[in-house]
């Protein structure tokens, strides 16, 4: 049997928040109704950005002010076009998050099966971000992270959209 490679059209995102693995939201990546996401590694920003915990649900926001703030920590997915569209609806593109390329300095990677390329850590990629179009004014003055943990010493434990009134 000949293996062919896909011919569905992939695309790279990079999540640093409530999608990642551990996180309250990593099960939409893979629950089966909304598109295909395969995990090929993790990364940081090259650029600078501030990671907040804002708003009354703690929810991580990426300020999309470049320069500030941390070199963020996330997780790069493969994902096809349904999942992308899933994940714009999800991150409310373009009202309040926007989609943009960011480049990526690999930490490590996993080849996947089809044997797509292999980066080596402290190579250079590029992905799918999500970043706020628009916030609070004091949001930029908020404590900024450099990698999100619900469970984090922070103190500021996400709440889940079914829980929220």
Do not use: C
Request: charged fraction near 20%.
């Amino acid at each position: 049997m000949v293996y062919l490679p896909s011919i569905i059209p992939m695309t790279r995102v990079f999540v640093y928040g409530t999608l990642k693995k551990g996180q309250p939201n990593y099960f939409r990546m893979f629950n089966g109704t909304s598109g295909t996401a395969e995990f090929l590694g993790s990364a940081l920003t090259i650029e600078k950005f501030p990671l907040v915990i804002a708003g009354k649900y703690n929810v991580p926001f990426l300020l999309n002010i470049p320069g500030q703030g941390h070199r963020v920590h996330g997780e790069i997915y493969k994902v096809d076009d349904e999942m992308l569209k899933f994940l714009d609806a999800f991150e409310s593109v373009p009202t309040m998050y926007q989609r943009t390329v960011v480049q990526l300095e690999v930490k490590e990677w996993v080849r996947n099966i089809e044997g797509e390329e292999v980066l080596s850590p402290g190579s250079i990629t590029e992905a799918f971000l999500y970043s706020t179009t628009t916030y609070q004014p004091d949001w930029p003055s908020l404590p900024s992270f450099d990698s999100y943990d619900t469970h984090g010493d922070h103190g500021l434990k996400y709440v889940d959209r079914k829980d929220r009134d």
